[in-house]
């Protein structure tokens, strides 16, 4: 029995020494391939590009500006700084951190969603927690639980199901622009949908009014920008609540903060989306090039 019982042991410790390798060092150059750069791997290049171009327009914001601008079509020299999922924590922070890049910036362009003050995302924390100092923590009780998420994910055996797609042929270029905008394609459907929470969180608006702070305390001319949104999606908000959240926005604004509201704009069609929310890549053109009219237009006022 112990004879048998070291057999299934040694049995496992090599499998692991092969599988374990593979899966830290292989699969995310073979996931990469197939699905585009890992969250990981977005951020990391997110940052450096960040570093090392010279801009006087960032954009930050969430998934929507992070797919659906695209700083090629800014008269201004501009770069893409959002992500996934990003809210005004994160924001403050990577504004905090463009200052101590000494990045001279003028302008902003931060996202506004009617969702966008209804969670705290902690699950890019793990890439986060690399940039960001020992205040950002503070707005987390989970930090050791979510920190490492990103690295140990890759240890499941599901993930290689990878090594059979790699052979497959790609269906659609996913990639992140040297700019920061995100090429991620697809096709809306006529019945998409998604449960979206309007509720702002004290915490998430105290860190939009101090990204507006410290705007004004830099002289950073702000522009508060809510892309088209598809009938769906503003179907989870009644008019009541969607109005007394613009109510909210526009008494955050001031000669220097601006408010740039296409929730409701027409035109847009479901060809333009590639799911529920994202414009997609030529969309996504020709929103920046009327969000970029529409800045210079107030610069030169």
């Not at 092969?18 to 150059?29: E, S």
């Not at 910036?105 to 969702?115: A, E, N, R």
């Not at 042929?169 to 019945?191: D, F, H, M, W």
Request: hydrophobic share 35%; glycine share 2%; net charge neutral.
């Amino acid at each position: 029995m112990k004879k048998f019982v070291f057999k299934i042991l040694l049995f496992v410790l090599i499998s692991l020494s092969i599988y374990v390798p593979i899966a830290v060092w292989v699969l995310p150059d073979i996931i990469t391939i197939i699905q585009g750069p890992s969250t990981l791997q977005q951020i990391e290049k997110s940052f450096q590009n960040a570093a090392e171009r010279e801009y006087e327009l960032v954009i930050l914001g969430n998934s929507g500006s992070y797919r659906g601008l695209n700083p090629e079509k800014f008269e201004l020299t501009s770069y893409n700084f959002s992500h996934d999922n990003d809210t005004y924590n994160q924001i403050y922070h990577k504004l905090k951190w463009l200052e101590k890049k000494d990045k001279k910036i003028k302008y902003l362009i931060l996202s506004v969603d009617y969702f966008q003050f209804s969670y705290l995302a902690s699950n890019r924390n793990y890439a986060y927690n690399l940039y960001f100092n020992k205040s950002y923590k503070n707005d987390y009780m989970n930090i050791p639980l979510v920190q490492f998420t990103g690295q140990y994910n890759l240890l499941e055996p599901n993930r290689l199901k990878y090594l059979r797609d790699v052979k497959q042929e790609r269906t659609k270029e996913i990639y992140l622009k040297e700019n920061g905008q995100y090429v991620y394609p697809g096709q809306a459907n006529e019945s998409d949908t998604y449960e979206y929470d309007i509720n702002r969180l004290p915490l998430q608006e105290e860190y939009f009014k101090e990204v507006l702070a410290h705007c004004k305390n830099k002289n950073i001319e702000v522009f508060l920008c809510m892309p088209p949104c598809r009938k769906n999606a503003l179907e989870n908000y009644s008019s009541k609540e969607m109005n007394e959240f613009n109510e909210f926005i526009n008494s955050n604004t001031s000669v220097t903060v601006h408010y740039l509201n296409y929730a409701h704009q027409k035109g847009w069609k479901l060809a333009d989306f590639t799911d529920i929310t994202h414009l997609n890549e030529r969309a996504a053109d020709l929103f920046s090039k009327q969000v970029s009219d529409s800045i210079v237009a107030i610069i030169k006022e």
